[in-house]
């Protein structure tokens, strides 16, 4: 900025005067909650990222993880957060396979979210480096580098710039092994990384979730992390499979979510939900940010009305592991779909149907989405239109209730 | 030759000629479509080639690619120096005295607004900001020689072109604050401004997605002009920065906009970066400007330091998008984007400081006019304490008016998404009316205007 004049100094003193409203700082360096909740909120920001059961808070917590390798659960970890854990595997990636690639707009230099820093400086520009502006372009480039057998790491910088690509994804990436017929020609090895969801001030253009609309398509794997720990094991498994996989980040939890992760390399699978927390009441499945709000709103409500819930993360948006919803659902009687993006044609929609068509006789309450609503996520009314504790658990209740 | 056989041959002065191969809509200056040309004859002894594709291209029989690299750059326009001296006395700045001041008036004001925005939001008191530090001179002097009837579309570093079309410190102010009496009613990220009024479009934050609408408008306004004798013509201007210029929209844009001759200005300003990346990593031509020609288009560099340069330009640029009832017009506006991308990012990640305060001390639009001001003994520095401390007032009366305001009603979260509420959107407001009703602790409804009436009267308003 230009240097500050002494006059615009005493202005600053004048806008540091004490102020009522305080928005949250700034885009790309979110905060821990993404909005300050009302001042007698009991229930609407108690997400706390510090203490969440989500996170492992210690070393010997993420090692008990069952779905690590054996040599792994006998090393050590580290306290990292998302940006970090997303970086570890992208190195690991690139020091182990001469193969990968990473590139995107403004990766060089760290990437906008700083998951991509250092890479260009210990990997070089030849394999990791700054794309021209254009995300049909670098899409493009990608799935032509993994047709001829690179494994590229493309970096669209927010979810909600992914459309310019559509076509490439959808009508290229998708059907490349298919049309492809014997000649065996694919674009596995392909990942599309993006940074995805609300933070708070995003409005319409930093907040969307566009995952429906890559689940609506055959030949696609779609991933969303909750953490760093499932990050790092997630995107290693991204980069290792042979199909293109639409990997979104939720950007609000790259600084928020702070766990210990293990220092070695592993691969978590990409066709397994998880369950998280065991109940017997009523199954809540959700995936990314919003499992935090569940788990705040499963503890506020297991306080309030003695109830038992069960919390699923899909993790895989696409395809995706309906056993696991479906046995969970036969045992409880009742479930709860949570996510960001809006309601009509979501990822709930589908996950409703399939407990409709598959558990219907063991359901005793009809199954409740918990979603965006039908409109955009204006700036200044995302905590209106964007599921909340309050929502979670009224949806709980009323589940319950029924 | 090879070519023979498949490619028929003319002489080219024949092929030019209207009768034969111009549709009636068309001006003996624009390029024909081949398909009207197909049956031209070709004589045996012509020196050029009518391939459908290139219809005035001469044979040569040296193998030789063209090599862009090799060519000189193409030359900057600019009317005064870096010290403000006019270059060509005779041609001079076309520039009332009034009108300068007025300009120099409105570039401090918009560095001032910066300057006090940027540090506003580092101080979380708003949640976003962008500033136009370097490139003043562009949106403000491009915009101050437009109609104020032609139509607008920015990127998002424009903010002079709104401010130099009227848009009012408290129109700012409002939507910066994303308050009640916000226009976009408090739908968008800071600095997203629209006006209806002022013809400029809301901006998307969505980069280039505005080039191909400005020409498909301008192709509008064409019709318009032509159905609309007594009214004075309009033209559209497009806004975008040189990374913008990558995208795939605006070379779609562009060359929609050449093949239905449309009266509309592309004005790039090429600030040297797209967040982090230079602009060696972004093209490898020369600018933006070389990418006029591959299209048809008529083009200029300017020097965006320079505020007459800018203006003549435009203004001359005008002139020609409106000639033979419209074609599109290419401008390069070259700057240094001195500021940080927005408050979201820190420049010195990826360049150096000096780097900065080098440009910063070489040159600068504003203080170049200042130069040319001081010059003409109608401005100094008590004119300009008196003009800084006044506008810093003006800005920060509207800042604290607009701080003050209530949030827009939360009806607007809804609204306008389809012209009518649907009846989905329906059950939608009334399970979270509901849900705002029975956990009244949870949220603060009472910041927005009207309160849960709000809703709730969307809903009634609605159904009857
Ligand atoms: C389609 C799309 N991709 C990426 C972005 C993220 N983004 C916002 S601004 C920007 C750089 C734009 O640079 P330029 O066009 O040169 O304009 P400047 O900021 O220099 O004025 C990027 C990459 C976006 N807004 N839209
Ligand atoms: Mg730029």
Redesign the pocket.
Known sequence: MAAKTPSIRALSRYLLRPQTSLHSCCQHRTQRKPYSAAAGARLNGTVEYDTTSLLHHTSRSALANPELPADVRKGQTKRINLYTAVNEALRHALQTDERVLVFG??IQFGG?FRCTMNLAADFGTERVFNTP?S?QGLVGFAIGAASEGMRPVAE???A??V??AFDQIVNEAAKYRYRSGTTGVHCGGLVIRMPTGVVGHGAL?HSQSPEALFAHTPGLRVVIPRSPTQAKGLLLSAIRTNDPVIFMEPKVLYRAAVEQVPVDAYHLPLDKAEVLKTGKDVTIVSYGTPLYTCSASIEAAEKDFGCSAELIDLRTIYPWDRETVLKSVKKTGRAIVVHESMMNAGVGAEVAATIQERAFLRLEAPVKRVTGWATHTGLIFEKFIIPDVTRVYDAIKKTIDY | MSLRQGTRRIRINKAWEPSRCLSGSQTPRIPFGWQECRSVASTASAERVLFPGALNSKFTNTLKFLRPSANEAISTYRVMDQSGAVIDKEAGVDTEDEEALELYRNMVCLSIMDLLMFEAQRQGRLSFY?VSAG?EGISIGSASVLSPADVVFC???ETGVYMQRGFTLDQFMNQLFANSKDIGLGRNMPVHYGSSELNIHTIS?????QIPHAAGAAYALKLQNQQQPEVPPRITVCY????????GDFHAALNIAATRQVPAIFIC???????S?PTSD?YRGDGIASRGAGYGMDTLRVDGNDIFAVRRATKEARRLALENGGKPVLIEMMAY?VGH??TSDDSFAYRQKVEVEDWKRRDNPLTRLRKWLESRNIWDEAKERELRSRLRKEILVAFDKAEKEKKPGIKHAFEGVWEDITEEQKMHIEELTDILQRYPKEYDIEQHEGGLASLLELVKTDKK
């Open positions: 707009e403004d906008v502006l995300e669209i910088q927010f909600d710039y459309f310019p253009y | 962008m490139e990127q998002y570093r934050s969505t980069l280039a997605t975008f920065g040189e990374g913008a210029a990558s995208e300003r090429n600030n040297g970066y797209a967040i990346t972004q984007r991308h927005s």
